[in-house]
């Protein structure tokens, strides 16, 4: 089966630097995607990884290793705006997206 | 504004009845989407389409159906809605295939059968 896992609920301070994992097993990879998700709202898009390595867009990074299974998104300077599930998901062999169950980040003043 | 549009935003329903989620794109993406959110669970694909003409399967499409006339509407219906239907629906649009083609998501419809 396919299965994407990632932490229920985090909580991290204003100001800091959290690290959010994912680890996957999927009938094939065709790319890893991270996406923000307010309460009550839809997600939307924040990263996204094919090739190993770090991809750096603003206070947001994310990293993907396809040899282990595994990526983070890393957020910097968190505000208080932050505080939103963050969504993992990777794309199969027939293209079709693969969801993890999200994390909810706390943001705590 | 370009984007996608659901309809309704929320809807209380009667077990057995008939319901059709609206959804329309204005983006000309050829892919569309239709997704359900429950609590604990992740975004499980219901139906898919890769351009107008054309519908496949996700992972949980029984008692659901979709048609896909044209490039903009996908439409999702519920042909005798249960309980276990209650859910936030999401459509969603992109361009299908390789690439960072990200999907757009709509606003989301809320649904309770009862």
Known sequence: GQNIDQPTEMTATEGAIVQINCTY????????????????????FLSY???DGLEEKGRFSSFLSRSKGYSYLLLKELQMKDSASYLCAVRDKDYQLIWGAGTKLIIKP | IAGITQAPTSQILAAGRRMTLRCTQDMRHNAMYWYRQDLGLGLRLIHYSNTAGTTGKGEVPDGYSVSRANTDDFPLTLASAVPSQTSVYFCASSEPGQGSNEQFFGPGTRLTVL
């Open chain 1, 49 to 51: 990884n094919v090739l």
């Open chain 1, 25 to 44: 097993q999927t009938s094939g990879f065709n790319g890893l995607f991270w996406y923000q998700q307010h309460a009550g709202e839809a997600p939307t």
